[in-house]
C-alpha cells in the first residue's frame, strides 16, 4: 500500500501552545488522528517527532505499524521532517503519504480514497481536494523521494510545482483534508465541528 511520514515536530509557534495535544473530546488531536491512520490501508507510519517531547510521547502507541523517528533541529520546520522520514525510508520502496498531525478530522475512509486513488492511477501525487480547496494529505510516487532529499527541494510546493501534471486531484467528500489547525480561532472552529458531529 503506501508508508506514512507523519509530522509532529512542530514547535506550535503560532498556537502557543502544543496542538496535537489539544482536547477534542474525551481524548487529544493525535489520538484521534492515530487511530485513523492505523484504522486505514497505511502499511507503515513514521512519526517524526522530537525526543524531549516527552508529554507527546506518550500519546504514541507500542503498535506494529507505527516507527518514531527525531527531528531535533533547533528550528524544525515541516520540510525538514518530511525530509527527516523520507531519510528513514529510503530504502522502503511503497509511495509516501506526508500527513501533518494536526489533522484529526481526516477520517480512515477519506485516507483509503486516496490510496485506492494513487494506487489505480499512473500519476505520481495524489491530492485531495474538498468542494474546490486543495487539502492534505499528498501522496508521492516512491520515484520523488530523492527529490525531496535533494539540496535543491526546498518545500513540498517546489516539487508540486515541477510536477503540476503529474497529480491527480480527488474530490473527496471530508472538510477535515482543509480544516487547518494553526491558531486558537482555528481551534474554536474544530471544536464547533465537533459540536456538529464531525467525529
Same mark, same amino acid.
Given at each position: +500500500?503506501?508508508?506514512?511520514?507523519?509530522?509532529?515536530?512542530?514547535?506550535?509557534? *503560532? +498556537?502557543? *501552545?502544543?496542538?496535537? /495535544? /489539544?482536547?477534542?473530546?474525551?481524548?487529544?488531536?493525535? %489520538?484521534?488522528? $492515530?487511530?485513523?491512520?492505523?484504522?486505514?490501508?497505511?502499511?507503515?507510519?513514521?512519526?517524526?517527532?522530537?525526543?524531549?517531547?516527552?508529554?507527546? $510521547?506518550?500519546?504514541?502507541?507500542?503498535?506494529?505499524?507505527?516507527?518514531?523517528?527525531?527531528?531535533?533541529?533547533?528550528?524544525?520546520?515541516?520540510?525538514?521532517?518530511?525530509?527527516?522520514?523520507?531519510?528513514?525510508?529510503?530504502?522502503?520502496?511503497?509511495?509516501?503519504?506526508?500527513? $501533518?498531525?494536526?489533522?484529526?478530522?481526516? %477520517?480512515?475512509?477519506?485516507?483509503?480514497?486516496?490510496?485506492?486513488?494513487?494506487?489505480?492511477? =499512473?500519476?505520481?501525487?495524489? +491530492?485531495?481536494?474538498? #468542494?474546490?480547496?486543495?487539502?492534505?494529505?499528498?501522496? $508521492?510516487?516512491?520515484?520523488?523521494?530523492?527529490?525531496?532529499?535533494?539540496?535543491?527541494?526546498?518545500? /513540498?510546493?517546489?516539487?508540486?510545482?515541477?510536477?503540476?501534471?503529474?497529480? /491527480?486531484?480527488? %474530490?473527496? %467528500?471530508? *472538510?477535515?483534508?482543509?480544516?487547518?489547525?494553526?491558531? #486558537? #480561532?482555528?481551534?474554536?472552529?474544530?471544536? #464547533?465541528?465537533? =459540536?456538529?458531529?464531525?467525529?
Amino acid at each position: +500500500m503506501v508508508s506514512t511520514i507523519l509530522l509532529c515536530a512542530g514547535q506550535s509557534r *503560532r +498556537m502557543g *501552545r502544543s496542538k496535537l /495535544l /489539544l482536547p477534542l473530546k474525551d481524548k487529544k488531536v493525535i %489520538d484521534y488522528v $492515530l487511530f485513523n491512520l492505523l484504522n486505514s490501508n497505511t502499511t507503515k507510519i513514521v512519526v517524526v517527532a522530537r525526543k524531549n517531547d516527552k508529554e507527546f $510521547l506518550k500519546h504514541i502507541p507500542n503498535h506494529k505499524k507505527i516507527e518514531i523517528v527525531f527531528n531535533n533541529l533547533e528550528n524544525a520546520d515541516m520540510f525538514s521532517s518530511v525530509v527527516c522520514g523520507t531519510q528513514f525510508l529510503k530504502k522502503d520502496t511503497l509511495p509516501l503519504m506526508i500527513f $501533518l498531525g494536526e489533522h484529526p478530522l481526516i %477520517d480512515s475512509k477519506t485516507i483509503n480514497i486516496l490510496i485506492d486513488a494513487f494506487l489505480n492511477s =499512473e500519476k505520481r501525487i495524489v +491530492m485531495p481536494v474538498y #468542494e474546490g480547496i486543495k487539502g492534505h494529505p499528498l501522496i $508521492l510516487d516512491n520515484s520523488l523521494k530523492n527529490e525531496i532529499l535533494s539540496p535543491k527541494i526546498r518545500c /513540498l510546493k517546489d516539487i508540486i510545482k515541477k510536477h503540476q501534471n503529474e497529480i /491527480l486531484e480527488v %474530490d473527496v %467528500d471530508c *472538510r477535515g483534508v482543509v480544516i487547518d489547525l494553526d491558531t #486558537e #480561532e482555528d481551534y474554536k472552529k474544530m471544536l #464547533e465541528e465537533i =459540536e456538529n458531529g464531525y467525529l
